[in-house]
């Protein structure tokens, strides 16, 4: 592909994905903040906040799908030249939203306690990943509401609106946390009550916005069986796809729980350092859902291999350039996040290693996010338990023999870095070659 063929998909990739980088690290920079200032209260409150964080990510993370399913769905019927039905689409999925988030909200709330016994911390972490998922469950509607609407929005090449949300949002985020923490305080509970309430005022932005989407085109407000019972099927892999993702995460807290509460603190931090690498490179998987879906609706398949091509080369690129940021600064950060001089002594190894990784990560997310907007969604569900099965074995080293201090650190956030990656890498790699995946229509 000559320069004057990439200068097109360069800028609907770039348009797409410029402000949903903005709008996808406003989320990690917030749990980065959230994360400095629950360290400062202590070790204990920020072992609690990474136990009940990875409880939560993983109950949001599971309903990840109704911003992955819907994205595509909409795009396709935009690419086709159905807006109707575009937007009727991604309405459906705000509804499917709200069912589930109240049903999960609810059975949370009740079950807190019991999932953070599983992970077998000391008695007064517990208290404190309880007390914060407990809290926290009030805004679990809300947050799959934003994940659907978002969804829509990026389905109609809209990256815009959803980084002013979610800046405006988290913006507010940290100030009421800051607000709550210190000012009230409330310490851990106040982190988990701004966050609900900044979660909540997000919601009333995206229903006036959803609203006037419906009216300009005629899109009713209600949802409709069919539309409900095709983004819950067609969600069902993505779920399981998102399933075995965190897994990997669960199994690599229990494991640094294992080592030691400073060992899991310090890998709270580590993991909240890799979720905003991460976060900043999934733009660009942002923008290959939109861009590929729609692509497929209007069955323009060069250009969607055009797009593969050019966002593999981004992704790679970003994924140098953040990883050396992080290696550089890897001696110096452990001051931001913790005041404890145990927790900061284990970090700078660690952090150095998510920055080495993060090339492949960048090869990775965006494969992802190509395969999703392409609706490849079994693919991913199946080869997702297979690398989870790479992982396994070697968490379960690492617990078993990993040392109690940063080697054992470093040798976990390798195996994640590194072993479970690469293994997503190579079975994303092996089905990008091929053309299984690009079938062309309105609907995958």
């Known amino acids: ?82 807006e109707r039905g575009a937007v009727a689409a991604g309405i459906d999925g705000c509804w499917l939203a709200v069912g589930l988030g109240i049903v999960l909200a609810v059975g949370g709330w009740f079950a807190s306690p019991a999932l953070v016994s599983l992970f077998g911390a000391p008695a007064d972490v517990a208290a404190a990943a309880t007390r914060y998922l407990e809290l926290s469950m009030l805004g679990l509607p809300a947050m799959l509401l934003v994940f659907a609407a978002t969804g829509l929005l990026r389905g109609l090449q809209d990256t815009r609106t959803p980084l002013a949300v979610a800046v405006g949002g988290f913006a507010v985020n940290i100030l009421l946390n800051f607000l709550f923490i210190y000012g009230l305080g409330l310490g851990i509970a106040g982190s988990a009550i701004g966050t609900v309430a900044a979660q909540w005022a997000m919601v009333i932005v995206y229903l006036v916005i959803v609203a006037r989407h419906a009216r300009r085109v005629g899109a009713p407000l209600l949802p409709h069986h069919t539309g409900l019972t095709h983004t819950a099927r067609s969600g069902g892999w993505l779920f399981l796809r998102t399933a075995s993702l965190r897994a990997a995460m669960l199994l690599a807290v229990f494991t640094a729980t294992r080592l030691g509460p400073d060992e899991l603190a310090a890998f709270q931090v ?114 997702g338990l297979t690398n989870v099965a790479v992982f396994v074995p070697m968490a379960l080293a690492v617990g078993a023999w990993g040392g109690h201090d940063a080697s054992g650190l470093a040798w976990l956030t390798a195996a994640f870095a590194f072993g479970y990656i690469g293994a997503r890498a190579l079975t994303l790699g092996l089905r990008a070659r091929t053309t299984r995946w690009m079938r062309a229509g309105a609907t995958a």
């Open 270 to 383: 580590t993991m909240t350092v890799f979720a905003t690498v991460a976060f900043a490179l999934d733009a660009l998987a942002i923008a290959a859902q939109a861009l590929i879906g729609k692509g497929l609706g209007a069955g323009e398949l060069e250009t969607v291999r055009a797009i593969l091509r050019r966002c593999l080369q981004w992704g790679v690129g970003a994924g140098i350039v953040l990883g050396a940021i992080v290696v550089v600064t890897s001696p110096f950060a452990a001051a931001l996040f913790t005041s404890d001089p145990s927790v900061a002594l284990l970090l700078p190894v660690s952090l150095a290693i998510i920055g080495i990784g993060a090339p492949l990560g960048g090869y990775v997310f965006v494969l992802d996010g190509v395969l999703i907007g392409a609706g490849d969604a079994r693919y991913l569900a199946l080869t």
């Open 1 to 82: 592909m000559n320069l004057l063929q990439r200068r097109p998909v360069d800028r609907d990739i770039l348009r797409l994905a410029v402000p949903a980088l903005g709008a996808l690290v406003a989320e990690p920079i917030f749990l980065l903040a959230d994360s400095a200032m629950v360290g400062h209260l202590g070790v204990t409150p920020l072992a609690g906040l990474g136990i009940a964080s990875a409880i939560l990510q993983t109950i949001v993370g599971l309903m990840v799908f109704l911003a992955y399913s819907t994205t595509p769905a909409v795009a396709r019927r935009l690419g086709s030249g159905d």
